[in-house]
């Protein structure tokens, strides 16, 4: 039995190699999720943006109209 502050058996030590093999094995968990949805996030942006620019344009072009001044020309 191991005392706190002692070293204790070297199997119960944890090496730099038990932690890459962990962190290796999140990393390939994450990117796997993140390459087969990756389809639909850059479908949702590009849907996203789309909307974004027509809805600056409607709003754009209907400021123009409240703005613009009609004149009318007669002839005598």
């Not at 190699?17 to 962990?22: A, L, P, R």
């Not at 999720?33 to 344009?57: E, Y």
């Not at 409607?58 to 009318?72: D, F, H």
Request: net charge positive; hydrophobic share 40%.
């Amino acid at each position: 039995m191991t005392t706190p502050g002692s070293l204790g058996p070297a199997e119960d030590r944890i090496t730099r190699d038990d932690i890459e093999e962990s962190l290796r094995a999140i990393q390939t968990g994450v990117e796997g999720k993140v390459r087969s949805k990756r389809t639909r996030i850059v479908q949702g942006a590009s849907v996203g943006f789309v909307l974004l620019i027509l809805l600056v344009f409607v709003l754009g072009r209907r400021a123009g109209r409240k703005r613009s001044t009609i004149v009318e020309i007669r002839r005598v």
